[in-house]
């Protein structure tokens, strides 16, 4: 009988990971509070409007809007950095839909660029370089957790004078050079959703020092209003992306956990990442040096297949799984989405930016390709383990790899 378990051997796990979303009595409380209150509501509540504070101070920043979902997040933040039909926004190839979405919401061009090879994060040389007059504005997304460049973008932000997004959908509580992300731009986004590294199930956030930019956030993200204006006053366009009181109230419970989650996830990911380099094939997402503190989303390694036998990367995550190690899909490649590859995205353009050739599509993003198709992901709640449970996953990937042949 094969050593695999894929092949009926005995698993290389052998107790179970921490379960997630993770909650107790606290959550439970909470919640009971709000029914019973009747006040369910964000607007005349003070649950969300608490969270909201909490997690600003939390990262540095005076202020902060929950709203209903981290692609709204995005949406709202274009809104309010003045993102208009005709503008181009540099973003990332390698990242979820909602970041090249969001511009397009706008009726913007959300311009693809490589991403850098080592940490998967946008990469600051491509960002120059495709600048141009229409340009107003550059979403960074932390990848993984892991911090873009922030040091150069902040400069090529500035010299351009260009807002500066940052996605930190993945990287709540990370840190670049002990200060932690979303406050290096006008504004950073986060997301709630069930995978991410504190959840109401769903749920999103945006933060900001900039008071101006508060102001427009906040009124977007409710239906145009105006801080202390009448209720019936809708001074610019906006729409609903209200958090409700329950949401609000799980997470400042969560909230309150996430600064010693964090410590755990970084450290059994630098333990990760000594044990899986002995590997040979094996290539952690590199920590960069100005990175102090990671969020880790996701533990993100490259499997290098002529030292797997030639095992595709599905075959890889095939074993994986059946060894008790879990897996979470990496993200393809925007400029192969049907939607790029269709031409529907035009829809959402005008004028000659919607008929013009957009360059980015004839484009070879290796560095994005290379994520996207060569990359494992291990989930941020098996992060939460212990030492045990992290040498465990890197015994899984060596009793792959002395197998590969079996499974080639």
């Not at 959300?110 to 495709?130: F, K, Q, S």
């Not at 366009?237 to 329950?246: I, Q, T, V």
């Not at 599509?361 to 560095?367: C, D, G, I, S």
Request: include cysteine; glycine fraction near 8%.
């Amino acid at each position: 009988m094969s050593a695999l378990a894929l092949l009926g051997g005995k698993k290389a796990k052998r107790k179970s990971f921490p379960v997630w979303p993770y909650y107790d009595k606290n959550e439970e409380r909470v919640l009971q509070e709000v029914m019973q209150s009747r006040v369910w509501w964000r607007t005349p509540g003070t649950k969300t409007l608490e969270f909201e504070r909490d997690f600003a101070k939390f990262h540095g920043a005076r202020h902060g809007i929950a709203v209903t979902n981290g692609t709204a997040a995005l949406e709202v933040a274009m809104a309010a950095v003045g993102i208009n039909a005709g503008d181009e926004v540099i973003v990332p190839d390698f990242t979820f839909v909602a970041t090249a979405s969001a511009v397009l919401f706008a009726n913007a061009l959300p311009v693809l660029v490589d991403v850098d090879p080592e940490t998967y994060c946008i990469n600051p040389d491509l960002v120059e370089a495709a600048i141009t007059p229409r340009t107003k504005a550059i979403i960074a997304v932390h990848m993984g957790g892991h911090p873009a460049d922030l040091d150069r973008l902040c400069k090529i932000a500035k010299r351009h004078r260009l807002a500066l997004v940052e996605d930190s959908a993945h990287a709540h509580a990370t840190e670049w050079r002990g200060r932690r992300v979303g406050t290096f731009g006008v504004a950073g986004t986060f997301s709630f959703q069930a995978s991410k590294l504190m959840t109401a199930g769903e749920g999103g956030m945006i933060i900001s020092n900039n008071d101006r930019f508060e102001v427009q956030a906040r009124s977007v993200h409710d239906c145009g209003r105006m801080p202390g204006q009448w209720f019936y006053s809708h001074y610019i366009y906006g729409s609903n992306y209200r958090l409700s009181e329950w949401q609000g109230a799980i997470l400042n419970v969560q909230l309150s956990r996430l600064d010693e989650q964090t410590k755990r996830r970084h450290q059994n990911s630098r333990l990760l990442d000594r044990l899986l380099r002995e590997i040979p094939g094996i290539t952690p997402q590199k920590l960069d040096e100005r990175c102090t503190r990671s969020g880790q989303y996701a533990y993100i390694f490259h499997v290098n297949k002529k030292e797997f036998a030639g095992l595709s990367t599905g075959r890889f995550v095939e074993a994986m799984n059946a060894e008790g190690i879990p897996n979470q899909a990496s993200y393809p490649p925007l400029h192969q989405l049907d939607m790029f590859r269709n031409g529907n995205y035009r829809k959402c353009l005008s004028g000659r930016q919607a008929t013009g050739k957009h360059a980015f599509l004839k484009q070879k993003f290796p560095a994005t390709n290379r994520a996207a198709w060569e990359t494992v992901w291990i989930p941020q709640p098996a992060l939460l383990g212990d030492e045990g449970d992290m040498r465990e996953i890197a015994a899984a990937v060596g009793k792959i790899q002395e197998n590969a042949k079996e499974l080639a």
